[in-house]
């Protein structure tokens, strides 16, 4: 892909992050399921790193190395018409230099965006520090303007995920690193592990850029989160669990049943 079409693909996904529609963003783990949610009307692609490593029999959390995640996202965007953004995870390297080695992959892999968040790969519940994660973010600015392209960065923080000090102090810790890298360079700031609707509504009135929630059981709807503020809300790996909890279903019914009525019943057409 040439860099006029991946810019144009660039500035399409920043745009529809500033509708008046909220972004629902269906994450995809291989190409067979990026060409369905295209085809259901999907307006964007977003990967999921846990579902990819998941499909290579390795867990999420950088257990599988950049280059075979970008394997994977170049297959999806190859296939896709519509923007793809990667989930790149820490952004698989400690340095900003790395990091942005890391953007301009994702880039030559077709992809126009990425995830990049500030949780630690190796310490339970440790966050980077602010000034290096502002750092990494800056370098992948710089990356993608020598580039040419418009890239979208979602700057994701894992307060409130992996349940950083006290409870009372979550919000405006998540607040304060969100409005850092937004200021850093970041297009939207992704707050996973969030499904109350007061705390979301804050996240979206007081962070100074659009903001992502990840749907997870109990949260509320779209039409609900796109009244709260919310410019994006993403899936994760759950769609791919959920089709990894239907093929659980499937071997049950026909290794204990002998039925076939679970597969065929549900199959897409050749």
């Given at each position: 892909?040439?860099t006029?079409?991946?810019?144009?693909?660039a500035?399409h996904?920043?745009?529809?992050?500033?509708?008046?529609?909220i972004?629902?963003?269906?994450?995809?783990?291989?190409?067979?399921?990026?060409?369905?949610?295209?085809?259901a009307?999907?307006?964007?692609?977003?990967?999921?790193?846990?579902g990819?490593?998941n499909?290579?029999?390795?867990?999420?959390?950088?257990r599988?190395?950049?280059?075979?995640?970008?394997?994977v996202?170049?297959?999806?965007a190859?296939?896709?018409?519509?923007?793809?953004?990667?989930?790149?995870?820490?952004?698989?390297?400690?340095?900003?230099?790395?990091?942005a080695?890391?953007?301009?992959a994702?880039?030559?892999?077709?992809a126009?965006?990425?995830?990049?968040?500030?949780?630690?790969?190796?310490e339970?519940?440790?966050?980077?520090?602010?000034?290096?994660?502002?750092?990494?973010?800056?370098?992948?600015?710089e990356?993608?303007?020598?580039a040419?392209i418009a890239?979208?960065?979602?700057?994701?923080?894992?307060?409130?995920?992996?349940?950083?000090?006290?409870?009372?102090?979550?919000?405006?810790?998540?607040?304060?690193?969100?409005?850092?890298y937004?200021?850093?360079?970041?297009?939207c700031?992704?707050?996973p592990?969030?499904?109350?609707?007061?705390l979301i509504?804050?996240l979206?009135?007081?962070?100074?850029?659009p903001?992502?929630?990840?749907a997870?059981?109990g949260?509320?709807?779209?039409?609900?989160?796109?009244?709260?503020?919310?410019?994006?809300?993403?899936?994760?790996?759950?769609?791919?669990?959920?089709?990894?909890?239907?093929?659980?279903?499937?071997?049950?019914?026909?290794l204990?049943?002998?039925?076939?009525?679970?597969?065929?019943?549900?199959?897409i057409?050749?």
């Open positions: 892909m040439n006029a079409d991946l810019q144009a693909k500035l996904l920043d745009t529809l992050h500033h509708g008046s529609r972004l629902v963003l269906a994450n995809a783990w291989d190409a067979a399921s990026a060409r369905i949610f295209e085809v009307g999907s307006r964007a692609i977003g990967t999921t790193s846990a990819i490593a499909t290579l029999g390795r867990a999420d959390g950088q599988i190395g950049r280059y075979q995640m970008l394997e996202v170049k297959r999806i190859n296939v896709v018409s519509i923007p793809v953004t990667a989930d790149m995870e820490a952004g698989y390297g400690d340095t900003p230099e790395a990091v080695d890391t953007a301009r994702v880039m030559e892999a077709g126009v965006g990425m995830n990049l968040e500030d949780a630690s790969c190796t339970k519940n440790v966050l980077a520090d602010i000034a290096l994660q502002i750092e990494r973010i800056k370098a992948i600015r990356a993608a303007a020598t040419g890239f979208v960065l979602n700057a994701r923080t894992d307060v409130f995920l992996r349940a950083v000090g006290e409870p009372a102090t979550r919000l405006d810790h998540a607040i304060r690193r969100a409005n850092a937004r200021q850093a360079g970041a297009d700031l992704f707050v592990g969030v499904t109350d609707r007061e509504h804050r979206a009135k007081d962070i100074t850029g903001i992502n929630i990840l997870v059981a949260s509320p709807p779209v039409a609900e989160l796109e009244k709260l503020g919310v410019a994006r809300v993403s899936v994760g790996s759950g769609p791919m669990r959920a089709a990894m909890g239907f093929t659980r279903h499937v071997a049950k019914e026909l204990e049943t002998g039925a076939y009525s679970a597969f065929t019943e549900r199959a057409p050749f």
